[in-house]
């Protein structure tokens, strides 16, 4: 049930014994429609410990170098209401507790941002290295503002080949080192694993081989610019990161956005869900030899694609949502091609569902294998189809629904097994939703502009977007200066926390399950790998 921010975060400040008169007629300061509570270092412990109790959701976090001190920011949730928690720290002595002890999804993020500005996590339980493999020095900090743009290496990074990964000692234990450089078209990323037999005791994911400085190199951006690199931060979510950094920066100034647009954005936002999810189903019964199924959805997938190529101008439909609304309209004649798309693709979907839910070959590979517990979810804030597959419903187009999805009734699927046979559920009943929700956004499509021009603030803004992309909830802040500019843009996509659970659902499975347990998750490197 929805609460008000007062409502939800009342407690937790009144536990903080922070001296704020929560009267009727007050409110904390805000960006957008999210309250801002500004702690002291010395209460961000207490904060963590209280809001785990209360059963926060950590959401994410960032930092910004402020120039002469450094600002830390960590989203949590409660309630369907956002609340943003805020510190300033001295950078000459940059540390502050750690939230990683009360919020396991918080250890990649406060490692990242560790490598990122030096912030030291006190009581953090794994002070590695996350982001710096070698390209920089331990006493460099790239998102400082006196790190510059070029590279400070002048030779070649050498090869990362001394990360201490965690070993299992024991008779019998042997580990097996899997990439970064796979077979296929796969971005790099490690897999260490330590089994015994075929039995997987644990599985130590290693990103970061392809940090491409997003983050550095937003930095002095205009705000047009800022939306194509945005586009480009996970490939296969470009819309939904594009339109999660417009928000951000639309939300700074208040800018209104006409509505054909939003239901633009939308149908866009859609297809690449649907897009998505057919190859990732595609890919798990590739992985179990089930080769039917796998051309049948490919060539759907194939199909979807080439009409986003004739109408939206881009296969996966690149650089069509900007500040203020979208690049492309929609004709009469696009309409009907869409309709008729949806139409077809219900056909084939409504007999590849009842030939996939009586194959006892597919469901004795997937069926009870990678079980990720609803326990599990909830300590990594694992959302989207991982976290509906073991019974969290969260969606924000449902619980936290922006416009235009405001306006309908979104059905969210849930199931509560957790194994891959739930997540390849859960992505097959959402192409239907997505099917049908197209249908009812083309059906009542409003007239008008699709593109409101963006109005320089010529003053600090900030802002906070919040999309739910085919993986899940995408949050992205950006900080415009004076000048316009970008100070500051941290897109943090879902797969920061969809990695780590795939290191826990993996164990006690068998390593040739590990595929199928990886593509049924499909975390984005990129994503993370900023």
């Known amino acids: 049930m929805y609460m008000s921010n007062k409502e939800a975060h009342k ?42 109790k209360l059963n926060y959701r950590f959401v994410s976090m960032w930092a910004q170098d402020l120039n002469n001190i450094f600002e830390l920011n960590i989203v949590l949730e409660l309630h369907n209401s956002y609340l943003l928690l805020r510190a300033l720290i001295d950078n000459n002595a940059p540390t502050i507790a750690s939230f990683t002890p009360y919020f396991l999804a918080a250890n990649l993020l406060e490692r990242h941002t560790h490598d990122m500005f030096g912030i030291n996590f006190s009581n953090h339980p794994d002070n590695r290295r996350w982001t710096r493999h070698l390209a920089w020095g331990a006493d460099q900090f790239p998102l400082r503002k006196n790190f510059p743009v070029e590279s400070l290496m ?22 097996v080192p899997v990439g970064p450089v796979h077979a296929g078209i796969i971005e790099p990323g490690h897999f260490r694993f330590q089994i015994t037999g075929e039995d997987i005791l644990k599985l130590e994911i290693r990103l970061g081989y392809t940090h491409k400085g997003i983050e550095k190199i937003a930095e002095g951006r205009e705000v047009n610019s800022l939306i194509k690199l945005a586009g480009r931060v996970s490939g296969d979510s470009t819309a939904a990161h594009a339109w999660a950094a417009c928000a951000a920066l639309e939300n700074a100034i208040n800018l209104e956005i006409p509505n ?41 997938k194939e199909l979807w694609l080439r009409i986003n190529a004739q109408i939206f101008g881009h296969r996966f439909m690149m650089d069509c949502i900007i500040p203020g609304g979208v690049t492309t309209d929609l004709n009469s004649e696009n309409c009907q091609a869409l309709h008729k798309q949806i139409s077809d693709f219900k056909l084939e979907l409504d007999e590849l569902i009842v030939i996939f839910e009586a194959h006892f070959g597919l469901h004795n590979r997937i069926k009870t294998t990678g079980i990720l517990t609803a326990e599990q979810a909830a300590s990594l804030g694992v959302l989207g189809y991982v976290g509906r597959a073991s019974g969290h419903k969260f969606d924000l187009r ?14 969210v699927p849930v199931f509560n097994t957790g194994d891959v046979l739930a997540r390849l ?31 320089a603030p010529n003053k600090v803004v900030e802002g906070i977007g919040l999309i739910e992309g085919w993986r899940g909830e995408i949050i992205t802040f950006v900080r415009l200066g004076d000048d316009n500019l970008v100070e500051r843009y941290f897109p943090r996509d879902p797969s920061w926390f969809s990695w780590q659970a795939l290191e826990q659902l993996i164990q006690n499975n068998i390593v040739p399950e590990f595929p199928v347990c990886n593509k049924s998750i499909n975390g984005s490197y990129s994503g993370v790998d900023l």
């Open 398 to 411: 449902h619980d936290v629904a922006y416009p235009p999805y405001d306006k309908f009734k979104i059905h």
């Open 260 to 300: 054909r647009a939003l239901y633009i954005r939308a149908i866009i936002c859609e297809r690449e869900r649907i897009a998505n999810h057919l190859g990732d189903f595609a890919s798990v019964c590739n992985d179990v030899a089930y080769t039917f199924a796998y051309y049948q959805l490919m060539r759907l």
């Open 425 to 455: 559920r859960v992505r097959f009943q959402e192409i239907l939703v997505a099917l049908d929700l197209i249908d009812q956004l083309l059906n009542t499509l409003p007239s008008g502009a699709i593109h409101t021009p963006w109005v």
């Open 11 to 52: 407690q937790l400040i009144q536990l903080l014994d922070i001296k704020i008169k929560l009267s009727s007629g007050y409110s904390l300061p805000k960006i957008g429609k999210m309250p801002i509570l500004s702690l002291s270092p010395n209460n961000w412990q207490k904060a963590a410990s209280i809001a785990a």
């Open 154 to 175: 002048t030779t070649p990074t050498p090869p990362d080949s001394n990360y201490p990964f965690t070993q299992i000692i024991g008779s019998g234990v042997c580990e």
